[in-house]
């Protein structure tokens, strides 16, 4: 026993006994950190005893201790997910240099054979680029792809941008403002979840995967119809009837819809109606138009005495501009958009925009902004909540102009907003655990309709929440465009104003003089500034 010495120096010699390796120590003062480097000469040896070899060669009491095991020539092993197969050649540097290389992929190809391994890579170049004592990657699984989460699409609704075209003589002032659809029209898609695909490991294993996350379409069923095309895994959302797109608490509709081909006048009577009109040309004097939702007249001629022009849900475009010979009437929820106003009153609770003069107008809104470079107003009274923006403010004859500013609390909408901004974080914060609790709902409802059930509330919560933070995103978008006024109430001038303009911004009150320069009033400690 023990005859086969294969290691030796003046400190311990090493035995190699039936697959299995012995250590005697008959001398002191060996630096163990030298261990690694000796054993090198003896590649096939794994130390397993590593905790003792420090007390063996303190003692070095020339007792015998096993402290390993020999390794094949040819080392096999499987990583723990049995993803990889390696292999490693154990040789010393003299036996490498002498390596059959045909017969280290002859035994390779056995080796995978009896192992029973799947998907071997080249093992040609592995050969060809062999290397000793260093694991060498032989096969790999095939990994698992999860499914594609569904990708849901809508509608794209367009923010009113009013386009000013001054060319000459001729302006323009371009708006779509209702997002008009035909029967049949494209709405909205789901591309469905795909179902993802097995994987292997090395050893013929399945590897399960995970489908993708469905997503709800949320959609009025009574306007929009859904078609599910299975060859392609797209779900379409089709308008059940021509109208115009709306999406209300994220729930996207098609709304009741009236055009006019021509004008409003004897042929088709006074306007009430409970969606949107389109007027493609003019409403003739004494003719009303009431709507419950937007209304939009697309003649270039814009309006006359008309007995009124009333939006109770939404907002208002006026192409050709506003002619009132001081009976016109304007009236909306939302905001009015139009060329010109003249001898009219307007009423909006959002924003009046107007391309480019407002003139004896009596205007009430929460801000009146005129667009255009060379706009004027002239005569007539403002009442903002806000501000008033303009190129020019009164005419050189000095018309009376009066412009009302009744200012807000600028600390009382902070502190809105600071509330706004607080409640979105909780809802974001319940929205990520609810999306957390959703997914694992979802990989237990494949298959139970117990866990089934219990997802659709839980999609429903989420639905509800979304709905919530979409308001309050709306709410907070609202307060920081009024944040941006200057101080508590701003009339801006970009270019002059000229005298007898009559300015009171809460109740303060002063006549302004002619300015040739561009100049900001504003309200700040109830005093009127000016920049």
Aim: glycine share 8%; proline share 2%; with cysteine.
């Amino acid at each position: 026993m023990f005859d086969a010495v294969i290691f030796t120096n003046k400190y311990f010699e090493i035995f190699d006994e039936a697959d299995q390796y012995y250590i005697r120590v008959f001398s002191k003062g060996y630096d163990i950190k030298d261990l690694a480097s000796d054993l090198k000469q003896l590649p096939q040896m794994e130390v397993t005893e590593f905790l003792m070899l420090k007390s063996i060669f303190n003692n070095a009491n020339g007792s015998i201790h096993k402290i390993g095991n020999k390794k094949p020539r040819l080392d096999f092993k499987v990583s723990t997910d049995h993803m990889s197969a390696y292999i490693k050649l154990n040789y010393t540097d003299d036996e490498f240099k002498g390596l059959d290389k045909k017969q280290v992929l002859t035994d390779i190809i056995a080796m995978i054979e009896e192992k029973g391994i799947i998907s071997s890579i080249n093992l040609k170049d592995i050969v060809e680029n062999l290397v000793n004592n260093k694991d060498l990657l032989i096969a790999e699984g095939i990994k698992p792809v999860h499914g594609e989460d569904a990708i849901v699409a809508y509608y794209e609704i367009q923010e009113p941008q009013p386009k000013l075209y001054e060319d000459g003589q001729i302006n323009h002032y371009e708006l779509e403002l209702i997002n008009k659809v035909e029967k049949g029209d494209w709405v909205g898609q789901r591309i469905e979840p795909t179902p993802g695909i097995c994987g292997k490991t090395v050893l013929g294993e399945v590897v399960t995967t995970q489908p993708g996350h469905q997503q709800p379409l949320i959609y009025d069923k009574t306007t929009i119809d859904e078609d599910l095309d299975d060859a392609r895994g797209i779900t379409t959302l089709r308008a059940k009837r021509k109208g115009a797109v709306t999406v209300e608490n994220g729930i996207i509709s098609v709304s009741n819809y009236l055009e006019i081909d021509g004008k409003v006048s004897f042929s088709t009577g006074n306007i009430d109606f409970d969606g949107f009109v389109d007027v493609k040309d003019t409403i003739e004097d004494n003719f009303s138009v009431i709507a419950e939702h937007d209304i939009q007249i697309m003649g270039a001629l814009g309006l006359g005495a008309v007995e009124a022009i009333e939006s109770k849900q939404g907002n208002i475009y006026i192409r050709g501009g506003i002619s009132g010979k001081n009976k016109a009437k304007i009236v909306c929820d939302g905001d009015l958009f139009t060329k010109f106003a003249s001898e009219c009153d307007i009423e909006c609770k959002g924003t009046v925009h107007i391309g480019y003069y407002a003139m004896n107008c009596n205007i009430r809104a929460k801000e009146v902004i005129l667009e255009s470079s060379k706009s004027r107003i002239i005569g007539g009274q403002i009442t903002v909540d806000t501000k008033v923006i303009a190129a020019e403010i009164g005419s050189k004859n000095e018309i009376r102009t009066i412009i009302n500013v009744n200012g807000y609390d600028r600390f009382e909408f902070k502190e809105k907003l600071k509330q706004i901004e607080e409640a979105l974080s909780l809802y974001k914060d319940k929205a990520t655990a609810l999306k957390q609790k959703i997914n694992i709902y979802r990989s237990k409802a494949i298959g139970d309709e117990t866990y089934g059930e219990k997802l659709k509330e839980l999609l429903e919560k989420d639905r509800q929440l979304n709905k919530n933070m979409s308001t309050l995103h709306e709410n907070a978008k609202r307060i920081n465009a009024m944040l941006k006024t200057r101080g508590e109430g701003e009339v801006r001038v970009t270019k002059k104003h000229h005298g007898n303009v009559h300015l009171k911004m809460k109740d303060e009150f002063t006549v302004l003089g002619a300015s040739n320069l561009p100049i900001s009033y504003y309200l700040l400690n109830n005093e009127i500034r000016k920049d």
